[in-house]
């Protein structure tokens, strides 16, 4: 799956949100300032063509929708992270968040428990 850029990311959040919606109920999602249609409407063409959006058509009218969840996105993202940045290592990720934010032993023992219920 493709990377996004970071206003790809931000327009397809907003869009999950959605779950669907015309141009003008994605700008007016945006927090202040917010972007020009124009520019929202050729975000949303280009994240058609990657295949991050569908749309359905009522006369000249386009209805957006996410062709990728927010979930499988965040799979991908997650996998390139630990592949580009933690030598496809997890252990290196986890250690990372223990070292970097001072994760309690207690939140390490619920994830434990929340990994061996699966």
Do not use: C
């Not at 919606?21 to 050729?42: A, R």
């Not at 990657?50 to 996410?66: A, H």
């Not at 390139?80 to 496809?88: A, C």
């Amino acid at each position: 799956m493709r990377k996004l850029t970071r206003k790809e990311e931000e327009l397809m959040k907003i869009l999950w949100k959605l779950k669907k919606g015309f141009v003008k109920d994605i700008v007016e999602q945006y927090p202040d300032p917010k972007p020009h249609y124009n520019t929202v409407s050729s975000l949303v063409r280009l994240l058609q063509e990657k295949g991050f959006v569908g749309y359905s058509q009522y006369g000249n009218t386009y209805e957006y929708y996410p062709m990728v969840s927010r979930e499988e996105y965040r799979k991908s993202f997650m996998k390139r992270v630990i592949s580009d940045y933690f030598d496809n290592f997890y252990k290196n990720a986890v250690a990372f968040f223990v070292k970097e934010k001072g994760l309690k032993p207690e939140v390490l023992e619920e994830i434990l428990r929340m990994i061996r219920k699966e």
